[in-house]
Each structure stands twice: as C-alpha cells, then as structure tokens.
C-alpha cells in the first residue's frame, strides 16, 4: 500500500531524525562520563540516518516525488525570494477585482541587478493556506501576475516565477470572473515579453494554473518537483474511477522532472540537497542562485525581439508527431 | 440509421429526417446535439470551398501510457481522422478563412500534441496570409495521455493566437457543447470574436472538482453558455441556424483589413 502522504512516506525517517535531535540534546548536558558514549551512538544514528535517506531518495518513485514535491515543509516560494533576492517588494492588486495570496510578486534585486518576481505562494498551517487558498489563484491572481509581466517588459527587468501550485482556482467566483481567460491572457502575455524569462519549478507544477506563469525562456525543475497536465488523483478518477489509483497515475502521466527533459519539455533539472530540498532549503536556494546567474547572463546577450522569437521557437517545437512537420511558416516581421 | 430518435435534452421523440434537417437541433426544446467535424464544415462553410490540411499528422504513444494506442484506433474508426481536429482552409461568403474543427467523437475531442499542431499551424496560417481564423471547439480538455507534451500545446496553440494579434488577422472562436479545461483556458478564450452555441458546457474545471473543492452553493446553470454570457466572458449565444450567416458578417466586416 502506497504511501498517502509525505509524512506517512518519511515517517521512519523522520522518527529518526527526532530520536537524533532528543539524543544530541542530551549529549549537551550528559555528565562528561556517559558523553563519549551518547556520541557514539548520534554518531550511529547519522550513519543509519544518512542511510536511510540514501536509499529512499535515491529511488523515488513517480508517487514518492508527488509526495515529496506536496512536502509541507518543502521551501515555498517567499523562502526563495528570502534567500536568493535582496529589497522584495510585495507588489499587489489586479486593478480590476481583488487581492489574490495565492501568488505573490513584485520587484526584487538579485546580485545587484533588479528583477520580477512572480510566483505561487503555499502556505505552511491552516490560517496561512487558507489565506493562500491552498496556492490556487483566482483570476485576479493571473491579473496582478500578468499587471507585473507588462511591467517588467515596460522596465527591462528580467522576469523570474516560482511555479508551486497544485491547480487553479476551481471555484464558482472563479468561474464567473474568468478563470480560464485569466490564465489564457497570461501565457499570451508572457509570449510579448521583451525581457528574459525564467521559470522555476519548485514543487508541484498543477497543469493550466502552473503553466500560465511558466512560458520562459528557460524552465528549471527542482529534482524532485512535479509538472502534470492532470493532478495524478483526477487522472485516476477518469481512467479508473479510482481517486486512490494515484500511484499508478502518476506513474502513467511521468510527471516527474526526469521525464519532462527526457519529452525535452524543460531546460535542466536542479540538483536538490541530499535527503530533498526541505532539509537543507539554504543549499537548495544556493542551487538555483547559481543556475539564476547564469540563466540571466546568457539571456541578458540577446536582444528583446531575439527572446521572443526564441521563446515561440521553443513552445512551438513541444508535441511528438508521428508524420514528418511540414516547414513552419516564416516569422512575422 | 433509425427514422426515429430521442433528444438528448428534453427527451421527446423526433424523426430523424426532421431532426437532420433541423441541423441536430430538437424543435421542441431546442437542444442542439453535438455535430461531427466534418458535418459542422458541410453546413457552415461555402459549398465545395473546404480544403483539408494536415490530414496526415498522427500521434504516437510518447508515454507509453496504458491503453492509449486502443483507444486511439478505436476513434479513428469512429470518426475517420487521425485526431480530434480537422482543419483545413474555406470560404464564408466568398472570404477565404483558415478553420479547425474539434469533434468530440475522437477522445472527447481533447488536445494532445497532434490537435496542438493543427490549431497552431491554423493560427500561423491565418498570421502569415492575413486571413480570418475560424475555429469550433468540443473538448474536455488537454488529453491525458500524452501527459505535460498536452499541457505545452495549450502554450503553444496560444502563442499562435498571439501571432494572429500582431498580424491583424481576426480570429473567431464558436464554442460548442463541451468546451472545457485545457482548450477552453487556452487559445478558445483568447479569440478576438467568441460565440458559442446555446447551453453548451463551458468551463475550467468539472462540476464534479468544484464541488470536491468544498464549493457549496452551485448555480443552477453553472458553466453554461449562458453563465459565461451574463458573466460577459463571450460576446454572443448564437444558435446553430444562425451561425453561418453570423460568421459571414463578422469575417466580411473584420477581414477587410487583413
């Protein structure tokens, strides 16, 4: 029976973790008698520990990256703008409707030069999920997130998302104002963009409401990040009219960050630290400075009119068909 | 095929004569059943005037998911095309225009890489000869079974639309029972000009998630056209009869400058 969450799938782990940090607490205050033989044992526990985490995250299976990718205590994406940027802005407001926590944005300096920041934001207990609605955005989500794009291309700053959304908002209001126009106009919008454009993927990439800020230029997933056209669950609803059939789905849809280079639909996979990005989130964050710095650098050499050429030539190449493509119609000037 | 059949929407008896004539529209409640692709061409564009394209693009299995190759032929039998999209060019009233039309018959008409191509090389024609884009959607969405390569089509097909923006050729989008998910968040909502036919299902997500989204209070003509009309997400209900002679108008008048 497979695991059902991230919790239940770490729970040994974690069990040990616990026992370690209880027994390196007590090494602090042993009597200098029993300290050498408290440390013999943390240190056995580090090894088992280490081990532990070698052999469950050295295979993860599609279902184990979903879990892992859901992880609560998974760094979101306020942890990044934390470790990687330096004067964030919180930017908000659609000017039409409302205010949408689902997504977060504004400008933000990176190694001295000033870039967009757009991305879903999670939230870690129940007030703050409520109030992130689960990071599923409403129109009004997509409007602000498409208000900071124009704004961007109008400055010359260089767009950056966070992708980290289980979907888009489902709901009823949702519906009425426009959902799928919201997230329609945003990849139209991204496809204007002059400036360069990256997309990171750090925890789940829910298909319509995670790809609506994901046309980029260069699209990074974290390892153990997920990216699907269907949540693995509705996907087993459908085919199997089995929800808890998630397992088998996700391994049907290869979601996983392996898969989407192999389909050659993202850029590059980011390294997370060992044991997943929530147990070391500095050395995750410090993976995607490196790969931010030169993502930016190599894209600052084009010109405007070039990134977006570049980012149609990309979308446009993405489908497998099994007929030869006829050659594509000359750009428009 | 029988001389008799029942409506789908009110259930009553009608004859299948009448009803064809009727354009799979029942008289009494006026339902309108869902059309072939090719059936929507015949009655839409000028006599004699389609032209398919791209008739040869197939799909493989990328995924190898599971059963997707069965049901694949099975739909092709079904319907005699190789995708849920045939497309091709035409004419409205002496306008030549590029068209696609989805049919629900192939795979619920949903979106996988081959349907994303056709769309996109639709859009890029309507572009690159300045031409009207007229395009009928009936779809659940992105297809499952090719996985994120769906996803990417609804970028990619949206880009197109993109280009169509830049060029000034007007692209009109009908929407026809269903219209969902991954076609309907991506280049169906982005048309310059958006019909749909009457009480057709459009929408993002299946009532069934909304309610599962802990939704409670669900109106009772939720993702109808009519819903999405008074909400002002579509320009005109337009039914089945009137449509030929609507398209007409808008791509005399909208075309003109392309």
Known sequence: ?333 | MSAFLQCAGCKKILFAAEFEQNLRVCQYCGHHHRLPARDRILLTFDPDSFVEMDAELRSGNPLQFPDYQEKREAAEAKTGSFDSIVSGYAALGGVRVVTAVSDFAFMGGSMGSVAGEKITRTLERAAEERIPAVIFTTSGGARMQEGLLSLMQMAKTTAAVQRCNEAGAPYICVFTDPTMAGVLASYASVADVILAEPKALIGLAGARVSKQAGVSKIPDDFQTTEFVFNHGLIDRIVPRKELRNTLVSLVRMLGNAA
């Not at chain 1, 400008?107 to 990071?135: C, D, L, S, T």
């Not at chain 1, 087993?236 to 088998?248: D, G």
């Not at chain 1, 400075?289 to 980012?311: H, N, V, Y």
Request: glycine share 6%.
């Open chain 1, 1 to 333: 029976m497979a695991a059902k969450s991230w919790k239940e799938w770490e729970k040994p782990l974690i069990e040990l973790e616990d026992a370690l940090a209880k027994l390196v607490e007590r090494s602090k205050i042993a009597p200098e008698a029993e300290r050498a033989e408290i440390e013999a044992k943390v240190a056995e526990y580090e090894r088992r520990r280490d081990h532990y985490i070698d052999v469950m995250y050295s295979r993860l299976g599609p279902w184990e990256k979903v879990l892992v990718a859901r992880a609560e205590k998974r760094p979101y994406t306020l942890d990044y703008v934390q470790a990687l940027f330096t004067d964030f802005i919180e930017l908000d407001g659609d000017r039409r409707y409302g205010a949408d926590h689902a997504i977060v944005g504004g400008p933000a300096m990176f190694e001295g030069r000033p870039v967009m920041v757009v991305g879903h934001q999670k939230g870690r207990n129940i007030q703050e999920r409520q109030y992130r609605n689960f990071a599923m955005a409403k129109p009004e989500g997509y409007r602000k997130a498409m208000r900071l794009f124009e704004m961007a291309n109008r400055f010359g700053l260089p767009v950056v998302t966070f992708v980290d959304t289980p979907a888009a908002d489902p709901g009823v209001e949702s519906e009425a104002r426009g959902i799928s126009e919201a997230l329609a106009a945003s990849m139209l919008r991204m496809f204007e963009l002059r400036v360069p454009t990256i997309s990171v993927v750090v925890g789940e990439g829910g298909s319509g409401g995670a790809l609506a800020i994901a046309v980029a230029n260069s699209i990074l997933m974290q390892e153990h990040a997920i990216y699907s056209v269907i949540p693995p669950e509705g996907c087993a609803a459908i085919l199997w009219r089995a929800p808890e059939k998630a397992p088998q789905a996700s391994a049907a849809l290869r979601l996983t960050a392996q898969s989407a280079l192999e389909l050659g639909l993202i850029d590059e996979i980011l390294p997370e630290p060992r044991g997943g990005a929530h147990r070391d989130p500095a050395e995750a964050a410090a993976i995607i400075r490196e790969a931010l710095r030169t993502e930016l650098s190599d894209q600052s050499k084009r010109t405007g009119d070039q990134l977006k050429a570049e980012r149609y030539e990309k979308f446009r190449a993405m489908g497998h068909l099994i007929s030869p493509p006829v050659e594509q119609p000359p750009l428009i000037a």
